[in-house]
């Protein structure tokens, strides 16, 4: 497994068309994807012309692919120096996060871990040196982070599972009372610490205390990451598969589900102490726009912007109401769309003013935030051959235009973005953004 570089540009100069799968697909790609709201931007990429990087227009470029995997990408995150993958065939990677770390390392084993049930999610707590794992059999695993090994030429030692959740003790406490047990289907039980069908999202607080899982079963729950007991079970928060979680800065939890909504939830404000499975989290909004399952959220870095991605080919923009938004209560309000995707919008990431989408439709699109709620597409990277499942982004920390170490400079800034795919690849994008 290595990472193999890609000299040539993307293409930006049209929106990529859709292959058709039936004989009506190209007449839906044609169409717009919720008619009545109105669109934030063009479609139609930025075009460029000049090599990377010119000081007045975005550019991107194709910089390397992690080759390798013998199973799709189903997941990535970034932590520290290194970047994580999840795949398929239960196997969770390590990479430099360093697109010239591994140049010429084809040869090194990159896996770390090797579970059961394909990878969903993953969130990594480096204050614990903790690693957590979402899988498709309905559990979550813990993992010890060990990277005492920076030697990118030698193979990455396997990280220790030090939990499987819900734990034995934790199914133990709770498995002689009738009060412990909750209907999962007909003629069929079971504890309120499991999770009964695949899990699909995790998230962690801001101080690591707690970690959120989501599933395909409905519900939503709370662990505490230092004995890893589960505190409280949300059943039925939707009436269909959860596929996304994400959490702000300020207390609230977004879900979105294949029920076409997304729902805000607030922890109840009853002292620090968390009483077990009381229910902590109540209901305070649900947004209701999409016209097909919400796959993907993500938040703006102080939350006051929430991005849904759906299977309407849209990426709804939805922002704090500032007149009735409190601490007490959540109000999101619908500011517009992102078009230009042909197919369902599978993962988002955001990071400053940028906002990343991979669709279906194999591609990765890069939009930007401008002033009074206007929003650019800069770019459409096209390379992956299959549909693009999961994307990470950061700030570049190897170069800017003055040849820095920092990803920013008076004239602009710049990003890596890397998208796995069902190609079974892992792309790595530089980004170069003109300042506004």
């Not at 013998?70 to 932590?79: G, H, N, P, W």
């Not at 990280?159 to 002689?176: E, Q, V, W």
């Not at 102080?302 to 007149?323: H, N, T």
């Not at 906002?355 to 009074?372: F, L, M, P, Y």
């Amino acid at each position: 497994m290595g990472l193999l570089p890609c000299p040539l540009p993307c293409h930006t100069d049209s929106v990529s068309q859709s292959h058709s799968d039936s004989s009506s697909s190209s007449t839906l790609s044609s169409q717009p994807s919720l008619p009545s709201v109105p669109s934030l931007t063009s479609p139609f990429p930025q075009q460029h012309d000049q090599p990377l990087p010119n000081p007045n227009t975005a550019q991107h470029l194709c910089i390397a692919t992690i080759k390798g995997h013998s199973s799709y990408v189903s997941s990535l995150t970034l932590a520290g120096k290194f970047l994580y993958s999840g795949s398929s065939n239960s196997e969770i990677s390590q990479f430099s996060r360093d697109p010239f770390g591994l140049e010429s390392n084809n040869s090194v084993d990159n896996v770390v871990a090797l579970s059961d049930g394909t990878v969903k999610s993953l969130v990594v707590d480096l204050e614990q040196d903790k690693l957590f794992s979402a899988h498709q059999d309905n559990k979550i695993r813990v993992w010890k982070i060990n990277n005492n090994n920076n030697d990118y030429n030698t193979p990455n030692q396997k990280y220790k599972c030090i939990a499987t959740l819900p734990t034995l003790n934790d199914r133990f406490s709770r498995f002689f009372s009738a009060k412990n047990y909750v209907k999962v289907r007909r003629h069929k039980k079971c504890t309120w610490v499991h999770h009964v069908d695949t899990i699909s999202a995790l998230a962690i607080s801001k101080d690591g205390s707690f970690l959120y899982s989501a599933s395909w079963d409905r519900s939503f729950k709370i662990w505490r990451t230092n004995d890893f007991k589960c505190l409280e079970s949300v059943g039925n928060a939707h009436d269909d598969a959860i596929n996304a979680l994400v959490l702000s800065k300020d207390g609230f939890i977004y879900t979105g589900s294949a029920d076409k909504k997304i729902k805000v939830w607030k922890r109840k404000q009853a002292g620090d102490n968390y009483k077990e499975h009381s229910y902590s989290h109540s209901l305070v909004a649900t947004l209701e726009k999409h016209k097909s399952a919400v796959n993907a959220l993500a938040l703006s870095s102080d939350g006051s912007v929430l991005y849904s991605g759906a299977c309407d080919r849209s990426i709804l923009v939805w922002e704090k109401d500032s007149e009735s938004f409190d601490s007490n209560f959540g109000q999101m309000v619908l500011v517009g769309a992102l078009r230009g995707h042909t197919k369902a919008i599978l993962c988002l990431a955001v990071v400053s003013d940028l906002v990343c989408s991979g669709s279906a439709d194999n591609t990765v699109r890069i939009w930007r935030r401008g002033i009074e709620k206007s929003y650019s597409c800069l770019g459409v990277l096209e390379g992956h051959r299959r549909p693009v499942k999961s994307l990470a982004v950061a700030l570049d920390g190897n170069t800017n235009n003055n040849g820095g170490k920092s990803g920013s400079s008076d004239c602009g800034t710049s990003y890596l973005v890397y998208s796995g795919s069902l190609d079974c690849d892992i792309k790595v994008w530089q980004i170069w953004v003109p300042s506004l």
